[in-house]
């Protein structure tokens, strides 16, 4: 929901119906990305409409068989031009079916009024967050390069709107933007990105040209999740391993001691021990730097052996940051009396768009090359009990639990959490297919994807399967579907291998409802220590 700048109009964002009502309780499909992440979508658009704040009827300024932001993106998918005259918006209008593997959304406007909308942006890649500079005379974007991918770097392009020529506000250093805002004043943007475990807050000088000179680092460790900003301050939402998030103001004089605006978790952090997360580095595939947190036990004794624990994150184009989690938080783990080691290998986000780039078309190659120099640097560790390993991931990263254990025996217990398992199976019914066919070379049927499938899908070596698994997958997750995980425990108790699996029927790719993830917790952390035990 956003208000025109003028004051006058506001527009929002509605689910509207299309085609034609059955009485049967059934889902009627006629065209592809028909559901999405844990909802379905078969006759379902997202429009955006306009409403005079004065009163009057909503207008509807985005018809058609078509969304308008792109399903679960709306936010920073609609404004205002500066002048109030205009509605622009972020919409795929490429067509049916082909939304589902094309990642082409355009920036589009459209009178206030109502009319034809015109295509701002030529990219054949994405382009998202359209914002102005106050003087209207620039538009800046995020956008990608390459069309299909959707874990490419995310370049600021700006254009100048009487002419319609575009630059790129800046080529180095290699940041990929998660998020930015203009400044009132036009002087300045500010945005997110990630870089080597965190995520800092950025300053970017503007001038009158629309030109921009070097990003300028404005915040220190932890991890950057929101933020608003002036022509000398910046509010912004931070956490860290250790910390829940809280607002913090900064001027450029104390970039280094920010102000804490909000305490909201002091009164029982001060009653809860933590280690200090450790940030190390070890030599992966080919010799190059991967880095991986370390997170020791409370009470840490050095002169005790402890179980480890590896965590693996999904994505496999995300990472483990400086950052509080309220599902996969590392210290929480860390609590149960075990080493905690969290790796960032190939593929992990802020190192890099080349080091992002070496996961595709390799999800077992130089990866796995990199968790396994972080698994035998940490089991050297005095402190580390080498006998009791053990671990756990989601969403890529279960697929990576899905290959260890059926390629070693090392782990005593592990936890796969909506895990790739099938991935062929998978590619035929994920709903987002740009990014099974970039990842894997083609369409399911191409010669190269098949060749993808062969190599590296973990159920061709369920033969191998001995490791005790705790599987949980989940019947609203469209991402990976729930029978990935079904297919991997069946596999697990045909062999004779302790498993369990826990499937819920209200949650899809994550465990997000309170009672839910209670459940989650209790369960995942009672199979390791059943298998860790000291």
Request: zero cysteines.
């Amino acid at each position: 929901m956003v208000f025109s700048p003028d004051g006058a109009m506001l527009a929002f964002v509605s689910d509207v119906k299309q085609g034609t009502e059955t009485p049967s309780n059934v889902h009627l499909l006629n065209r592809l990305l028909y559901r999405h992440w844990d909802e379905w979508r078969e006759n379902i658009r997202h429009h955006v409409f306009v409403l005079p704040v004065a009163g009057g009827e909503p207008r509807d300024l985005t018809p058609g068989d078509f969304d308008s932001p792109p399903a679960q993106q709306e936010d920073g998918g609609v404004t205002f031009t500066p002048d109030s005259k205009e509605l622009v918006f972020v919409s795929n209008r490429e067509g049916n079916d082909k939304e589902a593997w094309t990642t082409n959304n355009d920036v589009w406007s459209v009178p206030v009024t109502g009319g034809t909308a015109k295509k701002l942006t030529p990219n054949p890649a994405a382009d998202m967050q359209p914002a102005f500079t106050r003087d209207g005379k620039y538009m800046i974007v995020r956008a990608q390069r390459r069309p299909g991918f959707e874990s490419d770097r995310w370049y600021l392009d700006i254009y100048d709107r009487a002419t319609g020529t575009k630059r790129t506000l800046f080529e180095s250093p290699d940041l990929s933007v998660s998020d930015f805002k203009v400044a009132p004043d036009g002087s300045a943007i500010a945005f997110i990105a990630s870089s080597k475990g965190e995520d800092h807050l950025y300053r970017l000088p503007l001038d009158s040209g629309g030109a921009a000179g070097a990003p300028q680092q404005a915040t220190k460790g932890g991890a950057v999740s929101a933020f608003d900003f002036g022509p000398n301050f910046a509010i912004y939402l931070k956490s860290s391993l250790t910390a829940p998030a809280e607002i913090f103001r900064a001027t450029r004089d104390t970039m280094d001691t920010p102000q804490p605006l909000t305490r909201e978790n002091e009164s029982w952090l001060k009653d809860v021990t933590f280690q200090k997360p450790e940030s190390l580095t070890v030599a992966g595939a080919g010799g190059t730097p991967v880095q991986y947190w370390l997170i020791k036990p409370p009470n840490f004794d050095a002169s005790k052996k402890y179980p480890v624990v590896f965590l693996i994150h999904g994505g496999p184009q995300g990472a483990w940051g400086d950052a509080w989690s309220y599902r996969w938080n590392p210290s929480l783990w860390a609590a149960q009396g075990w080493v905690v080691a969290a790796p960032n290998p190939r593929g992990s986000t802020g190192f890099g768009q080349k080091f992002v780039d070496e996961i595709t078309m390799d999800w077992a190659g130089k990866v796995m090359t990199d968790m396994d120099a972080v698994f035998n640097a940490v089991v050297k560790l005095p402190y580390v009990d080498a006998t009791k390993q053990g671990i756990a991931g989601a969403s890529y990263g279960g697929y990576a639990v899905n290959w260890q254990i059926t390629h070693t025996d090392r782990f005593k217990a592990a936890v796969s959490h909506d895990g790739l398992f099938n991935l062929e199976s998978m590619a035929y019914a994920t709903e987002e297919l740009w990014f099974s066919e970039y990842e894997f070379g083609g369409v399911p049927t191409s010669a190269t994807a098949r060749e993808q499938f062969m190599k590296l899908s973990p159920h061709r070596a369920a033969q191998n399967l001995k490791t005790p698994t705790l599987v949980i997958t989940n019947q609203l997750d469209f991402r990976v579907p729930v029978d990935q995980g079904l297919q991997l425990f069946t596999a697990l108790r045909r062999r004779g291998v302790p498993a369990q699996a826990l499937v819920f029927e209200d949650e899809g790719h994550w465990v997000l409802k309170a009672l839910n993830s209670k459940l989650w917790h209790e369960t995942v952390f009672a199979w390791m220590s059943k298998y860790l035990a000291n």
